[in-house]
């Protein structure tokens, strides 16, 4: 238990400073965080981001990282600076977030459908020229047309080209050809290539077996990438591809640029896919954890802390993983609480000892948090607004 | 498809007035609304709170209705005017919110252990006298006796019993009566009474079996609070159940207080458990929805919609429910998107069409939105903020 003489040195308004302000306030520790905490650790984030980027520049390929994953503008921004042309974003509000921290290069790679969505999209647009977004169907062309006619503004369009999975995007094929001639006819639309994500892809387990699924996905959608080419539609981009399958999709002809996006943090559900050389997919450096704190430990085999369904994304099988204690395991126990199973760990933990977990599956994860703390070691030395994280 | 005359009249404006300011926009209907967006039916939702009030007040008990499962100052004033005495909360977070919107009777049901929660908790006591905390050890009440002796703070204490599940709590019996007598003896906490939830009991499935498992988990705490108070220690609170047992908590001796919290939204989850008089648990009716957008329709059997993992808690089997439309199913398509199963479904979805859910676990499920649009049919009559939701 935390004593006492730590309680009456404790500065509870140098950490609220901390939260509310971010940038500028330093020398705190992580032991004086607020749990449940999202930390990042820069050192392992910045080599992500670089080593990404190293990749691409050497195998000839255009990065526009997706930001769906961290949805927070300090990550974008140094995405670009690395060399990336901008970022992707799956919603209109992540794109309004990273438009409002000065961020442009924007590709929305979901359908902007309804009223309220277009209109965002046309205002964005307004703001960020060479904002992009996705169409899968004629109706939806001809309603972009139609209210982007209205304040003579031309939105920038990819064909939404599914390779697997039925979840958006027209069939390869002839179809994809006829929607691109009508975007391509449209006088508020302006044709700029083909998106094809393969969700099914990413997370196959074994390197080989990925790369042959991805590729049995994503040729039919380059096939008809070349054929709307051919037949003179103005084809530069063709964007694809997933953290699992950057250096899979990168090698396949015709492919412009990589939407990867989990690769700047990891978790514990892509680490278990396999990389091309070994079972564990370790080519990023896990970057992201949550910290809590132990709030109950009546007994010797288990401690519970203060981190459960609200803190942790719950939708994979893969759990988030206990840091520096071989052998502790984590479970669910509730919105408020997890319980971390020590029959079998090094070593016990004690009430109100800290713990650190790397996360089972970050996009998810992240969008629980407002906030994401900056370390080095153990230092905070900055913290991040994850800006773009919710449903507005 | 929207048609472009509705989009040329659409007012983005005032729909973000409506989002930045909430009360005092009227006029604005649920088709207007940004997808994906948390909805509450007033009716239904007044209607819940007047109930169990009712059921509270003739059953001879008093209500501390839990705040987590809708984190919201204007819900929980809505249950206090009905009659409760304050309101439970899961987080030190939660209850600032509601102390920031000028209520109080709050008591926080899990433990706050380490210097950040200590200090908060402290803090909110010195505006709130009245709040109330558990703790579940010895080492714990001596740490905030100590913290709480720094600024001459006296802490209003719960002692947490374990009725079942070993999260947190002490054990029922001569163990946490020792402990009782320590808080009892320590200056700086003032020792109220007993807290004992069952988890475990709350979703029991059928009403004579959860009866059965929750009077043999409260039982051994009701016992535990009588020979304190036998003890002579100052026992006035008994607090416990839950919406899956308040006409069966309520029922037993000594309990003195329900913290009961899912009955104003319920769920499908809760509704699958069953009621005393039937196979679905239809004391309280389901008020609260995700409205989203259909974004994608390509196919006859399936049309995909803009709520998925980001929409909807993932930590139970049940799944959301569409309204109005027989025999159409929902399954999670990603973070972003749900697959709509049409096969079996009595009509067909049009892209842009407005679909309504059912939510599956609603504490987990509002946590992820930042306000609650409140209606009253179609019409928008209010915008609540979900002012504790969150890891802060």
Known sequence: MSPSASYSTYNLDRVEQLIARGHGITGLTKAELPTPALVVDIDKLESNIAQMSDYAKQAGISLRPHAKTHKTPEIARRQIA???LGVCCATIH??????????SGLLITSEQVGLNKMARLIRL??????TMSVIDSAAHAEALNDAASVGKTVLNILIDIDPYGRRTGIAPGIKAEELGKLVDSLPHLNL???????GAASHVHGWANRKNESTDHMLPVLASFEAMKKAGLPMEIMSGASTGTYNIDSQLAGMTELQVGSYVFMDADYRSIGGQSGAVYDDFRPSLTVLSTVVSKRYSDIATIDAGIKSFATDHDALPEVVGIEGAT?????????RIHLDKAARDLQLGEKL???ISHCDPTVNLYERMYVCRGEQIVDVWSVAGRGNI
Chains 1, 2 share one sequence.
Do not use: W
């Open 356 to 358: 650190e977990l790397i």
């Open 82 to 84: 690395a060399g990336a």
């Open 192 to 198: 700029r290539g083909v998106h094809g994500y393969s």
């Open 125 to 130: 647009t307004e703001q960020r020229p060479d």
């Open 94 to 103: 992540e794109a309004e977030a990273l438009a409002r921290a000065g961020l």
């Open 330 to 338: 984590y479970s669910f126990n509730g919105d408020e609480h997890g």
